[in-house]
């Protein structure tokens, strides 16, 4: 996975595919972030939703003309594609509620956040996760398993929208970008190890990503689907 550059300008890059490494090729997904507001607008109005806007590869071809990642010629790859879409990074400010007697609000419905971190799919995931306990012991009564499931993970959402808002865990790429504008050898260099390993922590810690609390909700859901009589994915096809 590459991941470079600051908060005004990104780039991400990762394989999807399995069977093009096999093949000798890699299908890559990647996501070129540039800042088309000036961070001291007072406009706040997020920009229109158009999640299928195609444009033209050349928007983003100059700006990271030049780009190198090790092996990946950033230039390259966006030369190599076929079809180029532009979305707003946008999010939502957090709401107090999410639940209305038998019906509530997870993902990104419930907290649409910069996908920061990779938390996207992580956070419903997590938030399945809490439902499907819940429900398990409230099976008799939906409407409190829902209350206790928003009393959970409405605030730890909310801090997390604000987290991201501020570059969540890509904090760490503005420090070497302030302090090694022109490049550098080792990371560590630039910023200690320690300090590293301080940002990646907290970050973990507000988003709920710490090993110890992602197998203990893991073991607490197991066998939910089953006692609740619903069909694994397996199932549905």
Avoid at 53 to 71: I, L, Q, R, T, Y
Avoid at 100 to 115: C, E, K
Wanted: net charge negative; charged share 30%.
């Amino acid at each position: 996975m590459v991941w470079a550059g600051h908060a005004d300008q990104k780039f991400i890059a990762y394989p999807i595919s399995q069977r093009s490494a096999d093949g000798g090729k890699s299908l890559v997904n990647w996501i070129a972030e540039l800042r088309v507001r000036d961070k001291d607008d007072e406009d706040l109005t997020p920009p229109k939703s158009d999640w299928t806007k195609a444009v033209d590869k050349s928007v983003f071809e100059k700006p990271f003309h030049g780009w190198k990642c090790g092996n990946l010629d950033v230039k390259e790859l966006i030369d190599a594609t076929d079809k180029v879409y532009e979305f707003p990074m946008s999010d939502r400010e957090p709401v107090d509620r999410w639940s209305f007697g038998r019906l509530t609000l997870l993902g990104d419905a419930a907290h649409a956040m910069y996908p920061i971190g990779s938390n996207g799919a992580s956070q419903a995931v997590i938030d399945a996760e809490t439902l499907a306990r819940e429900l398990r012991e409230n099976l008799d009564d939906v409407e409190t398993a829902l209350k206790k499931y928003e009393a959970e993970r409405l605030p730890a959402t909310a801090k997390i929208v604000m987290a991201n808002r501020a570059n969540g865990p890509d904090h760490v790429l503005q420090v070497c970008h302030v302090r090694a504008p022109d490049g550098f050898e080792n990371v560590y260099d630039v910023v200690p190890k320690q300090e590293l390993e301080d940002i990646g922590r907290v970050y973990k810690k507000v988003a709920g990503f710490e090993m110890d609390g992602v197998n203990a909700k893991a073991q607490e859901t197991e066998g939910v689907s089953e006692k609740l009589g619903l069909k694994s994915p397996a199932d549905w096809i």
